[in-house]
């Protein structure tokens, strides 16, 4: 029983150090996108493949962040008890778990078509690239949300080996809404980031301001939402789960307005969590029973 509890409990370290439960954010619009792109009429082979690049491809880059910021994390208070930073992890397995999701998505690629196959090593270059970008410039959020948002345009090419204007407006929105909540997650660290030199909105503006450029980011997603329904012909149900979102997104706001940062968990999780979901099924009964046509 003892080797299980182990194995058990790693596995859970893992989870932990990946972020597992964060899937919620990113998923819902993979789904929603396999949705779309096949009018409802999923293909199963594709569509495990295309769940398998998701995980790995985001289990990937969260332990090579994990990797990259290891000494950050060891000085910052509130992410010093991560698995790295306390040895639940070590470092060398953290990057052979790297490397073998990183495998698994290069190969889930592969399995699609050589499209996605070829530009499997782009996204991870991003990916990747992305756990930089705060010790060089304060846009990193918005290179997050790009990272999310090659989920929406890479369902594209997974079922049509193409790029089409609807998967860049969804993918689009997604960067958009990504960075708006990642402005609003950084309000934690305004002043571990500037003692020691990274970069960030709250960082460089303020907490005030940064609040302000989350929300015209959130404004700007919901926007680009609306224009990719127009484009690819979804109907009421659709708009009704865009109401739904802008109603979340805008209470998020409020929340942090009425009770300033010490309500940052639930605007980051719950809401945002809310948004994908209700998005992914308001979105999916509009192309089962609404729309008719690709």
Known sequence: MEPIRTIRAKILHFTELVKFEHSVFAL????????????GSLDMR????????MVSARSAAMSFNRIADYHYDRKNVRTSGRPL????VRLVEAWVFTVAMASVFVFSSWM?????????????????????TKRLTWLSHWVLGVCLGLGPV?????????????????????????AGFDIIYATQDLDFDRKEGLKSIPSRFGIGKALIISLLCHVAAVGTYLAAGIASGLGPYYYTGLFCIAICL????????????????????????AVSVLFFIFSVIDILFYRTSP
């Not at 594709?46 to 690049?53: D, E, M, N, P």
């Not at 890479?154 to 990504?178: F, P, Q, S, Y």
């Not at 805008?250 to 945002?272: C, D, P, Q």
């Open 250 to 273: 805008f209470y998020e706001h409020v929340i942090l307005k009425k009770h300033g940062l010490s309500r940052v968990n639930e605007a980051f999780f719950t809401v945002n969590g």
């Open 46 to 53: 594709v569509t495990l493949w295309v769940i398998a690049c």
């Open 154 to 178: 890479g369902v594209w090419v997974a079922v049509r080996a193409d790029i089409e204007a609807v998967g860049i407006l969804l993918g689009t929105g997604v960067a958009l809404w990504v």
């Open 28 to 39: 819902p619009y993979v789904l929603m996108s396999l949705f779309l792109v096949s009018n």
């Open 85 to 88: 930073q306390t040895g639940k």
């Open 112 to 132: 699609l078509n050589m499209p996605s196959f070829m530009l499997s090593f782009v996204a991870l270059s991003v990916l990747f690239g992305y756990s930089f």
